[in-house]
């Protein structure tokens, strides 16, 4: 076999497809890295978990605590990359009133949740009850991973100690970013891979080919099937139904099958249908044909006055591509255009022909080739 190794480049093309996306509410944190929206925090009080900056409710006893050891975080995951194209931050009240309020913090993205990058910067926010900072963002880069980075809070920068940020709720702004991979063409393309393959080349293959013989049996024979015009619907004795029946009325007449296979053959029979006064049984000749000149194989005996009878002969092994069938004369005289003789269906017993392919040192017969494409790895 051939082939011919060749190295093929593949070009890809990245794109991404936006659909926007809803803010589930929360009633537990959940698991940051899981399949579903959650939460977690630096810090987490018993009575002001993580959670309850997401769930919907700005009530004076809903908030997220994070405790007053800077600095504090608040992180939000989503399993489908999100851009974040806005974010109402609103504050909590705690026992001191409004000082919880945010002061210096970060919104921050990553991709992993391990390294961040700064994607927002607040600066030294003022007092205010339930103040909301409403940050709009506009970003080229989605996470999954994003989370709220305080250094300190409003108290902090009043006052020598701090009371730590309290979060009422996040509302978050965002579109879901699905990555799609597909090809692109040597001059729009984002990245590409190289393969090695083995390109086959044409090449010719022959086949030897040998005529042999099946085993014996007895078979309809198969072929052009022709008669001369004194009978009448003769592919009925070919076609395998004891219902039906060819006929004819003289004995000159006769059936030509020219057969799509050669055969050596050893016996035939002919069934036939005798009705008082409307039939007569008569028996069947049958003959080899070569280059238009016929040869009489064998007269078939048999033929009797009963509803239905059979007509044949057993002979030597003649091959034949061409037969010739005749009625003769039978028990109760020949055949007139009033009383025909029916013939229901006529059968041979012997060998057909049939190719095998042989290998080039068996004897063959003839050979064939063929155009192929012919490939190897290696």
Not at 82 to 99: E, F, L, P, Q, R
Not at 190 to 207: G, I, L, P, R, S
């Amino acid at each position: 076999m051939r082939a011919v190794k060749d190295t093929i480049t593949h070009y890809w093309k990245r794109e991404e497809t936006e659909t926007p996306w809803t803010q589930p509410v929360l009633s537990a944190n959940g698991t940051i890295g899981g399949d579903s929206f959650a939460c977690a925090a630096s810090f987490e009080g018993s009575a002001y978990p993580a959670w309850k900056a997401f769930d919907n409710n700005t009530g004076d006893n809903s908030f997220w605590g994070s405790g007053n050891s800077y600095p504090v975080w608040l992180e939000w995951y989503n399993p489908n990359s999100i851009k974040i194209s806005n974010i109402k931050i609103t504050n909590g009240i705690d026992i001191y009133g409004d000082v919880g309020n945010l002061c210096d913090f970060y919104i921050q993205g990553s991709d992993d949740g391990n390294v961040w990058e700064n994607v927002y910067t607040g600066v030294n926010r003022t007092s205010g009850v339930k103040l909301v900072t409403n940050i709009d963002l506009s970003l080229s880069k989605s996470y999954k991973f994003w989370r709220l980075y305080c250094l300190n809070d409003y108290s902090y920068q009043q006052v020598t100690t701090s009371n730590g940020v309290d979060i009422s709720e996040i509302k978050i702004t965002a579109t879901t970013v699905e990555e799609t991979i597909t090809p692109g063409t040597a001059q729009d393309y984002d990245f590409y891979t190289t393969e090695e393959v083995y390109k086959a080349v044409q090449d010719a293959v022959t086949h030897y080919w040998q005529y042999t013989w099946g085993e014996s049996s007895t078979f309809t024979p198969e072929g052009e099937i022709t008669a001369t015009s004194g009978w009448s619907n003769v592919t009925n004795a070919f076609d395998g139904a004891s219902s039906t029946y060819a006929s004819c009325g003289t004995l000159t007449d006769y059936i030509d099958v020219v057969l799509n296979t050669p055969v050596k053959i050893t016996s035939f029979n002919a069934s036939g249908i005798y009705a008082a006064g409307a039939a007569r049984a008569c028996n069947v000749a049958i003959y080899n044909v070569v280059d238009g000149v016929e040869t009489l194989i064998a007269n078939g005996t048999g033929a009797s006055q009963r509803s239905t009878y059979n007509t044949g002969a057993t002979f030597s092994e003649v091959e034949a591509s061409h037969l010739r069938f005749y009625l003769i004369s039978g028990p109760n005289g020949n055949p007139t255009t009033s009383y025909k003789t029916r013939i229901i269906e006529i059968t041979l017993t012997g060998k057909k022909q049939k190719i095998v392919e042989v290998t080039s040192s068996d004897p063959y017969d003839y050979t064939t080739t063929e155009n192929i494409y012919k490939g190897v790895n290696q």
